[in-house]
């Protein structure tokens, strides 16, 4: 068995979660971190084994044995890393928002289809088992013909002007962060939509981000996406799927789910199952196993999230900004 040597570059929050899952993955083992922290990044490292700790992202791609680079980076510094690595025929797992814009995620497909090197977008909600279990519900026709998805994800931030959360030179507020998930959550299963079929309002914080954001999405056949992103409210965090013959309710935190409950109806009498779809860890080792899988494979591209589907979420993602003139 083969065993990946990932790197991370970015070592927060998200980086320490990823890195509690690569430990759960017999075939990943955590080689080399970069920070532009020398403490951080020789604290990382010892917590997580690493062997090699680096100063400077430019450092790590020459790490020796190195196979895949996992980027958890602020969203604006995305596009900068992956490329870096790209340009050096490193295979990229690249963190959610893939990029601040289409044409930056364009020019990341770009370079991967230029260097023949795989990368892929870490939508790792389409990873977990929970939310697996219920796109594939719905391909089965368990409530009949889907028509309508309708998801929020909201928390009250702190406000905190300089956090990634607020700063506008950090890429901040709620749909990039946040809304993010809804809005896959329709693209993944109803395609992307059209821009005249998409309809979105925000509120603004005093650093001219959104501190909420609401969408909706209008495809052909009467099919419909209605999402809400915000960082100064706790929302339910549930995600439903209706469709002509029964709903499907993603409990929360829905984009990583450990429960759906089931509900059909027979005329006017309504049944309800519940489905408890458990996993250990944060939910990150799935994506990472799947990656390495596309490697073992020498594919170039995830079949979960393909290319193609991360720049459609992205260029729905701008569409949504412009119409509510959210400018970085």
Known sequence: MKIYNWGIIGLGRIARKFAD??????????????????????????EYGAVHVYERYE?????????????????????ENALLCLENKIPVLCEKPFA??????????????????FLMEALWSLFIPGVTEAMQLVAKGEI?????IKADFGFNMPVDLESRVYNKALGAGSLLDLGIYPALLSVAMFGKPEEENIF??????????????????QYPGNKLMMGHSTIVANTSLTASLYGSKGTILMHPRWHH????????????????RDIDVPYEGWGYQYEAAHVMQCLENEMLESNVVPLELTLDL?????TIRRKVGLEY
């Open 21 to 46: 899952d690569l430990a759960l993955l017999p075939n990943a083992r955590l080689h080399a971190v970069a920070s532009t922290s020398p403490q951080r990044g020789a604290e990382f490292a010892a």
């Open 314 to 318: 992205t260029e729905t993602l701008d």
């Open 144 to 148: 009949g013909d889907l028509h309508t």
């Open 59 to 79: 450092d790590l791609v020459n790490c020796p044995d190195l196979d895949v680079v996992y980027v958890a980076t602020p969203h604006i510094f995305h596009c």
């Open 100 to 117: 601040m814009n289409g044409a930056q995620a364009r020019s990341m497909v770009a370079a991967a289809r230029k260097n023949r090197v």
């Open 257 to 272: 789910t450990t429960k759906l409950t089931i509900s059909t109806y027979d005329g006017r009498e309504e049944h309800k």
């Open 200 to 217: 979105a309002a925000a509120t603004f914080t005093q650093t001219e981000v959104d501190e909420s954001c609401a969408f909706i999405f």
